[in-house]
């Protein structure tokens, strides 16, 4: 029996083990995985959060993150692999990866950086954990050694990392350990000395960092609140890490007419960021029309076609539609007999009075909804005229459960319905990271005085610029502000 074992456990290495050694580390890869699986995973795992959090949509920056991430990829252990980069539309200050090639910086964290160089350096790290197949190897570790059980939990498709609801928790985006983080500090300093940039950006990177952390425990003592520990990209290292120091000496030191900095380069692709809470994200799905007056919210995702006799929103995948018509109100008709005359019906099920920011209504579901008639209606009173809106499910879907699930957004997007705010016609306030000359007058605290974004604006300003806690900015150098 005990031979007999062996026999199975070598015979699912070699159907389900991509190569017997990793590329990266050198050793045989104690995981029942093939690079095939790993990557399908990563697939799915990325398809799943791009659909569920807001990514940053400016052209010209992802092109520029994502050249240099290729540039890093192509010197890295797994050249081959194909790599995504995305930029995250989030203030948090973090990077992470997911297996199969997929890497994520956040806005936030290429707002303090100065360098395509620095940015370089936090790109190799995820890449250094993609290589050494961390996310793979801690999982297989914490299934223990049993064969079916590593199985069960690897091979088996989106099991292996969860739902993205969970991701957020996961050693991915949280970090993998001191042993872990410090091999992928090793490997991403290695591949920026093969792609020609300088490995010591990655100890300006942590230096800048922990200057966040300082300012966060200091403001937390200020406020009289308990400091929340900081569990994003390097927040293993300490300030003055001697292993790590170790591990960027060891990449190799690239001749000073040779290493990539590119500081200059950097703030021209920066310039513009958006700092800060994105006020373009608030809402985003809401529907104003200027001219009738009237706001409503879609379900997320979904696309709004203002056609000449209705505005209608589509689900992603065209599986349902939300229809507004406008009609003139009949004199004092009551809201529900309006909307049984406007159905030909005498009864609605599940029907109910709409009082809502100020406007009076009425809506219930068709008793019999077919392929020609919506499943959810309402009539809403609003000045001289009724607006129509219809909810339906296209085709001949007969799972309960997703009528109702759609019926629940059919609901929220009826009950969404407002009189247009001058909040919605003015353009959000987004404040953008801008660079300008210091010159002999300029001092942070001065700079503060005229910026909106804070009561720390001072040290936020310090932050940005690399002058936390103390230090001014000297005449002709080019520094961060926020407009």
């Known amino acids: 029996m005990h031979t007999f074992n062996k026999i199975l456990i070598a015979a699912l ?109 936090v790109l190799a790290h995820e890449v250094g954990h993609i290589t050494a197949r961390h996310a793979v190897r801690q999982k297989t570790a914490a299934t223990g050694a049993g064969v079916a059980s590593v199985l ?127 006020a373009q994200q608030t809402e985003k799905n809401r529907y104003n029309h200027k001219r009738l007056g009237f706001s409503l919210l879609f379900p997320e995702g979904w696309t709004i076609e203002n056609q000449r006799s209705a505005i209608v929103g589509t689900a992603p995948d065209k599986s349902a539609t939300i229809t507004i018509k406008v009609d003139q109100r009949n004199g004092n008709q009551p809201a529900d007999m309006a909307l049984r005359e406007a159905y030909d019906v005498r009864n609605l099920e599940q029907d109910e009075v709409l009082n809502q920011y100020r406007l009076t209504g009425h809506t219930g579901k068709l008793p019999s909804a077919t392929t020609e008639t919506p499943d959810r209606v309402a009539v809403i009173y609003y000045g001289s005229r009724q607006y129509l809106l ?45 660079y300008v000359q210091a010159n002999e007058k300029t001092t942070f605290a001065s700079l503060a005085r005229h910026m909106d974004i804070g009561d720390y604006a001072e040290e936020q300003l310090r932050l940005l610029n690399g002058y936390y806690p103390r230090g001014e900015p000297k005449p002709g150098e080019w520094i961060k502000i926020v407009q």
């Not at 300490?238 to 703030?267: C, F, H, M, S, W």
């Not at 319905?417 to 801008?434: A, G």
Request: proline share 4%; aromatic share 8%.
């Open 13 to 121: 290495l070699a159907t389900t083990t991509g190569c017997a050694f990793n590329p990266a580390t050198n050793r045989p890869d104690l995981v029942l995985m093939s690079e095939e699986k790993e990557i399908d995973i990563g697939k799915e795992m990325h398809e799943k959060l791009v659909a569920s959090t807001p990514i940053y949509r400016d052209p010209v920056l992802t092109a520029y993150v994502d050249h240099v991430g290729q540039k890093v990829a192509k010197a890295s252990d797994r050249p081959d692999l194909g790599y995504t980069f995305t930029i995250i539309d989030s203030q948090d200050i973090n990077a992470f990866a997911l297996p199969g090639g997929y890497v994520y910086i956040n806005r936030g964290l290429l707002t303090y950086l100065h360098s395509e160089a620095e940015m370089a350096a």
């Open 152 to 278: 069960s939990v690897l091979v088996t498709g989106s099991g292996v990392v969860g739902d993205v609801a969970s991701l957020w928790g996961t050693a991915a985006v949280k970090g993998y350990g001191r042993e872990m983080e410090l091999e992928a500090d090793r490997f991403g300093a290695q591949y920026m000395y093969n792609a020609g940039y300088d490995p010591q950006a990655m100890i300006n990177v942590i230096g800048l960092l922990k200057d966040q952390e300082t300012f966060a425990r200091r403001k937390a003592r200020l406020e009289g609140k308990k400091p929340q520990t900081y569990h994003g990209v390097f927040s293993t290292h300490p300030r003055n890490d001697i292993r790590l120091q170790e591990v960027v000496a060891a990449a190799g030191k690239l001749p000073e007419d040779k290493k990539i900095t590119k500081v200059e380069y950097y703030r021209e692709k920066t310039e513009g960021l958006v700092y800060g809470q994105n």
């Open 390 to 434: 219809e909810g339906k499910v296209q085709g001949e879907a007969s799972d309960k459960e997703v009528r109702e699930q759609y019926d629940n957004l059919f609901l929220s997007s009826i009950r969404s319905f407002r009189p247009l705010r001058k909040s919605d016609v003015v353009e959000p306030d987004i404040k953008r990271v801008k």
